[in-house]
Nanobody
Framework: QVQLVESGGGLVQPGGSLRLSCAAS????????VGWYRQAPGQQRELVAT???????NYADSVKGRFTISRDNAKNTVTLQMNSLKPEDTAVYYC????????WGQGTQVTVSS
C-alpha cells in the first residue's frame, strides 16, 4: 500500500552538504512519524532523526546542530538536510514511515571523503 522512494545520496567532501529526500506513496502520510536511519558496514544501525505528524523533531547527538529533518505533507515528502558533513557520516541512509507496520525505503549511499 505504501512505498518510500529516496534520493539525494552521493559523494561529498568533508564540510560539505547533501539533501536527502524521501517521497511516499499511499494514504494518511501526515498522521505518521518518519525516521531517518543510517548504517555503515559492520556498524550498528543508528537512528539519526525523527519527525512526528505534529512536526516535533529529535536528533542523535552525533548529528545534532548539523542535520535538519522536515516534512511537506501536501507533497508526501520528508527531507534530511545534512550540513558540515564528516567522514563518520558515511553510511547508507534509510527513510522509514512508522505506521502500525514500519515501512522502509531502499536506502541511499552517502560517502564523505576527500
Amino acid at each position: 500500500q505504501v512505498q518510500l522512494v529516496e534520493s539525494g545520496g552521493g559523494l561529498v567532501q568533508p564540510g560539505g552538504s547533501l539533501r536527502l529526500s524521501c517521497a511516499a506513496s499511499g494514504t494518511l502520510f501526515r498522521l505518521y512519524a518518519v525516521g531517518w536511519y543510517r548504517q555503515a558496514p559492520g556498524q550498528q544501525r543508528e537512528l539519526v532523526a525523527t519527525i512526528t505528524g505534529g512536526h516535533s523533531t529529535n536528533y542523535a547527538d552525533s548529528v545534532k546542530g548539523r542535520f535538519t529533518i522536515s516534512r511537506d505533507n501536501a507533497k508526501n515528502t520528508v527531507t534530511l538536510q545534512m550540513n558540515s558533513l564528516k567522514p563518520e557520516d558515511t553510511a547508507v541512509y534509510y527513510c522509514t514511515l512508522h505506521m502500525p507496520t514500519t515501512i522502509w525505503g531502499q536506502g541511499t549511499q552517502v560517502t564523505v571523503s576527500s
